[in-house]
Nanobody, 125 residues
Framework: QVQLVESGGGLVQAGGSLRLSCAVS????????MGWFRQAPGKGREFVVG????????STADSVKGRFTISRDNAKNTVYLQMNSLKPEDTAVYYC??????????????????WGQGTQVTVSS
């Protein structure tokens, strides 16, 4: 079990950029695949982007491909989400997550996965 704390959310204009951070507690950060999900008002939680334990592989949702990039710094126990060319439809609560593995389409969490508390991203038109 790990604790995840997101930061960096806020209000940004359409076309702008924002960088989210997720700080992970403990000494086993490198053993987890990491990812970001989001939940817009009235919608379910959606996978956005994930990264493997080593950082060598990523999975990205079609809706954000070419605009969002995930990275990790294992020395700092931190994962990042760089969001560029933001659109109003990107408005959502963004959640950091940790799980045992990354698939081609999502981050695998299962019952042992962990979630952060979420951070609000609002994109104005």
């Amino acid at each position: 079990q790990v604790q995840l704390v997101e930061s960096g959310g806020g209000l940004v204009q359409a076309g702008g950029s924002l960088r989210l951070s997720c700080a992970v507690s403990g000494r086993t950060f490198r053993s987890y695949a990491m990812g970001w999900f989001r939940q817009a008002p009235g919608k379910g939680r959606e996978f956005v982007v994930g990264i493997s334990r080593s950082g060598g592989s990523t999975s990205t949702a079609d809706s954000v491909k070419g605009r969002f990039t995930i990275s990790r710094d294992n020395a700092k126990n931190t994962v990042y989400l760089q969001m560029n060319s933001l659109k109003p439809e990107d408005t959502a609560v963004y959640y950091c997550a940790a799980g045992p593995s990354l698939s081609a389409t999502s981050l695998i969490l299962g019952p042992g996965g962990s979630w952060g508390q979420g951070t609000q991203v609002t994109v104005s038109s």
